[in-house]
Each structure stands twice: as structure tokens, then as C-alpha cells.
């Protein structure tokens, strides 16, 4: 590739076009879950969760594939771990963090860790935020989240309603991510998918 067209991409920021290779997984945070979960973005399987269940009945495809096989994910060396955080105070909660994800110690604690992060739904703030439609605030809790990314990383947001979703991938794209709406398949509401960018800095080796 000519130096003036690295140039280019690097200074207009569209290096998600210019990676060719895909994003290997070795971490993947799944919110507000109170099991532990396996999976593999090979097979595009995901056990524990209901993303991993079909969509329909007699319809092999499942949300989480659904979602993923739109872009170019593979495991990193085997299978990845997936990590669940939820701190509801459920009799049988297994989650393998059960703190309060939204918090910033939480946040401050896991900076830039996952390739990929899920938020199906959470309850707490999040519920509350929505409800009352404080889309400012619940903003603030989806831009805060993103802090546990790595660079290149995915992050999701489903069940989202109303004006938010655009409130939403419009706050993303003026933070250094593409963003995609996933089809809604007349069964979930719209999902948010978000990949962060690399900076010149974070610019892998090619």
C-alpha cells in the first residue's frame, strides 16, 4: 500500500476499512448475567444464555449469531473466556463478578480489557434510565462502559427503545466508533452494535 494512502486512512480515522484481518477474541464480558457462560465465535455458540438459544421454532440461527456474523471475529488461540457480572440479589447468582458494573471502580478495574462486550438488558440504573426516558444519563453509563474495550473492540446494546438507539450510535460515532443497527428479525427491539476504533497509536503492525 502507497505511504500517502496509509497516510490518508490514518488521518481521516477509517481504519476499520483498512484491517483485513479479523478481531481474535480472548475476553468477552457479558452484563447482567447470573451464570457463567461458555461459547466460541467459530461455531458462533454461546451456552448459558438465552442469545445462544434459537430465534424460532424449527430455526437453527440464534441472536447471538444473529449479531456476529456480521463481522469478522474469531476466537484467539481456542475458545475465549467469557466473563458475567451481575449483582441482583438472586438465591443462585453465579456470576463470576458480582459487583456493580456501572460503577466506576468496577470500570476503572477492567480498562481496556475485552475484545467483545454484551448488554442484553440490565435493571438498576440502566431500567430505571429508560423508563423514565433520562436518555442523557443512561448515555453516560453506555460511553462509560465502553472503557473496558480494546481498541478494535465490539461492544452491544439491545433492547433499547423510542429516540434512543440514534441518541445513541450518534454519541458513538463522534467517540471513534462505527456503529450498525442490527435487523430486528420482527422479534427484538432495535440492537446497537459498536466497534471502537484504533488511534494512530493503537494502529496494529501490518
Same mark, same amino acid.
Do not use: R
Given at each position: 500500500?502507497?505511504?500517502?494512502?496509509?497516510?490518508?486512512?490514518?488521518?481521516t480515522g477509517q481504519l476499520s476499512e483498512l484491517l483485513k484481518g479479523p478481531l481474535l477474541v480472548s475476553k468477552v464480558l457479558i452484563l447482567c448475567h447470573n451464570e457463567k457462560v461458555t461459547g466460541s465465535f467459530n461455531t458462533?455458540?454461546?451456552?448459558?444464555?438465552?442469545?445462544?438459544?434459537?430465534?424460532?421454532? %424449527? %430455526?437453527?440461527?440464534?441472536?447471538?449469531?444473529?449479531?456476529?456474523?456480521n463481522y469478522n471475529v474469531k476466537d484467539k488461540k481456542g475458545a475465549p473466556i467469557f466473563k458475567t457480572v451481575d %449483582?441482583?440479589?438472586?438465591?443462585?447468582?453465579?456470576?463470576?463478578?458480582?459487583e456493580d458494573v456501572f460503577d466506576d471502580k468496577f470500570i476503572n478495574a477492567h480498562l481496556n480489557e475485552y475484545e467483545v462486550i454484551m448488554v442484553p438488558d440490565c435493571g438498576g440504573n440502566w431500567f430505571e434510565y429508560d423508563q423514565q426516558k433520562k436518555?442523557?444519563?443512561?448515555?453516560?453509563?453506555?460511553? %462509560?462502559?465502553?472503557?473496558?474495550?480494546?481498541p478494535?473492540?465490539?461492544?452491544?446494546?439491545?433492547k433499547i427503545h423510542d429516540e434512543f438507539p440514534l441518541m445513541l450510535e450518534n454519541k458513538l460515532k463522534s467517540s471513534n466508533f462505527t456503529v450498525k443497527y442490527l435487523p430486528?428479525?420482527?422479534?427484538?427491539?432495535?440492537?446497537?452494535?459498536?466497534?471502537?476504533?484504533?488511534?494512530?497509536?493503537?494502529?496494529?503492525?501490518?
Open positions: 500500500m502507497p505511504l500517502s494512502t496509509l497516510s490518508n486512512f490514518l488521518v458462533m455458540e454461546l451456552n448459558n444464555h438465552w442469545w445462544g438459544s434459537p430465534l424460532l421454532e %424449527n %430455526n437453527p440461527k440464534t441472536f447471538f449469531g444473529h449479531i456476529f456474523q %449483582n441482583s440479589k438472586y438465591t443462585q447468582n453465579d456470576a463470576d463478578y458480582k436518555y442523557e444519563d443512561l448515555l453516560d453509563l453506555c460511553l %462509560n462502559l465502553t472503557k473496558m474495550l480494546t478494535g473492540g465490539i461492544i452491544t446494546f439491545s430486528q428479525g420482527n422479534i427484538f427491539t432495535k440492537t446497537v452494535v459498536a466497534q471502537k476504533m484504533y488511534s494512530v497509536a493503537e494502529t496494529p503492525k501490518m
